[in-house]
C-alpha cells in the first residue's frame, strides 16, 4: 500500500498511511527502515499490522540507492563487532526523536510504537532506552543494542519489546540481537525474543510473529 505525507513540518523526510479504520485513530506506528533502504521498504511488512496511523521515516543521509541513520564504526574492520559512529548516531537520534513527537501532536495519538530493522532496530532499541516513557511498544528485527546505550539505567518499566533474529543472518549475528534482549529484559523490558532459520531479513513465520505481538498491544 502506498502512502502520502502527513501534513506536519517534520524534520525528517517520511511517508505517512492513515489507518483507513476509526479503530487504529489513537496508534501511531513509527517504521525505521535499515541501511540502504528508504521509507518505503518496511510498509509491505507495515501493511499487515493492525489499523493504525504509520508514518515510515527516511534516514537523514545518502547511501548510493537508498539512505542511512549512520556511518560504521568497525574495530579491525569487523562487522560484527560495528557500532553506531557516535555522532552521526546522536544526530538520527534527535530528529528522529523530534519527528515523532510532531507526528503524533498533529495526529493526537495515545499510543505510540516503533517498527525498525536492521539500522532502524539498533535505532528503534535506542530511542526507548532514552525516552521509555514515550513509547508503548517496540519491535526490532535483525538488530543490536547500541554500546552507548547498552549501560543506561534507565527503567523499562515493562514496556513490551519484541526482538527477532536470523539463525543464517550474517551481517548482524543471532549473538549480538540475544545479547540485546538479554540486557533490555535487565533494564525492565517485557522481552519477546524469537529466532528463526533466515539471513539479514524478514520472514513469513517473523512477520506472522511480528503481527501477533502488535496485535496484543
Known amino acids: 500500500m502506498s502512502g502520502q505525507t502527513l501534513d506536519a513540518d517534520l524534520p525528517l523526510e517520511s511517508v505517512y498511511r492513515p489507518p483507513g479504520d476509526d479503530a487504529g485513530d489513537d496508534t501511531l506506528v513509527v517504521v525505521l527502515h535499515g541501511r540502504g533502504a528508504d521509507e518505503t521498504d518496511l510498509l509491505p511488512v507495515?501493511?499487515?499490522l493492525p489499523p493504525a496511523h504509520v508514518l515510515s521515516l527516511r534516514a537523514p543521509d545518502r547511501l548510493m540507492g537508498g539512505y542511512t541513520w549512520y556511518e560504521l564504526d568497525m574495530p579491525d574492520g569487523d562487522l560484527?563487532?560495528?557500532?553506531?559512529?557516535?555522532?552521526?548516531?546522536?544526530?538520527?537520534?534527535?530528529?528522529?526523536t523530534?519527528?515523532?513527537?510532531t507526528a503524533g501532536e498533529a495526529l493526537d495519538v495515545?499510543?505510540?510504537g516503533l517498527l525498525g530493522f536492521s539500522q532502524g532496530a539498533i535505532t528503534s532499541?535506542?530511542?526507548?532506552?532514552e525516552s521509555p516513557t514515550d513509547y508503548d511498544w517496540v519491535v526490532g528485527l535483525h538488530g543490536y543494542l547500541a554500546a552507548s546505550h547498552a549501560e543506561s539505567d534507565e527503567d523499562l518499566d515493562d514496556t513490551p519489546v519484541?526482538?527477532?533474529?536470523?539463525?543464517a543472518d550474517q551481517i548482524i549475528p543471532e549473538a549480538r540481537v540475544a545479547a540485546a534482549a538479554e540486557r533490555l529484559r535487565e533494564m525492565g523490558a517485557a522481552v519477546t525474543y524469537e529466532t528463526y532459520d533466515v539471513g539479514h531479513g524478514v520472514g513469513q513465520a517473523e512477520l506472522a510473529d511480528v503481527v501477533a505481538f502488535v496485535e496484543g498491544r
Do not use: I, N, Y
Open 46 to 48: 507495515a501493511d499487515h
Open 125 to 129: 532499541t535506542a530511542l526507548l532506552v
Open 110 to 112: 495515545g499510543t505510540v
Open 98 to 101: 523530534e519527528t515523532v513527537a
Open 80 to 96: 560484527h563487532r560495528s557500532q553506531p559512529h557516535a555522532g552521526d548516531f546522536r544526530r538520527s537520534l534527535d530528529l528522529a
Open 162 to 167: 519484541f526482538l527477532g533474529a536470523g539463525r
